[in-house]
């Protein structure tokens, strides 16, 4: 198992920036893709960014250009760089590991998730 523990969220203006933190514990971290998800009020959770165990991303398309991704695995850590923050951006934002070596968008491919991080971005 891995845990993971999402830090980073806050109250933004537009056009702002954030930098959200997911410190995973467990010596295995190294091996799972990570992946970040967003969940607004009244909407499903959905897919922000991947990352894969050698650092190749994957990204939706309402974030491609503004977010960036990344991993220090001696840190045991994941990144979501947000720029241009955008009121629509505003969610909850969970990051997940997926056990295989893949940069998965979908929900169920991702085995460990974190209790989230509010994000809100005003206008």
């Known amino acids: 198992q891995v845990q993971l523990v999402e830090s980073g969220g806050g109250l933004v203006q537009a056009g702002g920036s954030l930098r959200l933190s997911c410190a995973a514990s467990?010596?295995?971290?190294?091996?799972?893709?990570m992946g970040w998800f967003r969940q607004a009020p009244g909407k499903e959770r959905e897919f922000v960014a991947a990352i894969s165990w050698s650092g190749g991303s994957n990204y939706a398309a309402a974030v491609k250009g503004r977010f960036t991704i990344s991993r220090d695995n001696a840190k045991n850590t994941v990144y979501l760089q947000m720029n241009s923050l955008k009121p629509e951006d505003t969610a909850v934002y969970y990051c997940?590991?997926?056990?295989?070596?893949?940069?998965?968008?979908?929900?169920?491919?991702?085995?460990?998730w974190g209790q989230g991080t509010q994000v809100t971005v005003s206008s």
């Open positions: 997940a590991a997926d056990r295989w070596d893949r940069i998965g968008s979908n929900r169920g491919m991702y085995d460990n």
């Open positions: 467990g010596r295995t971290f190294s091996m799972f893709s």
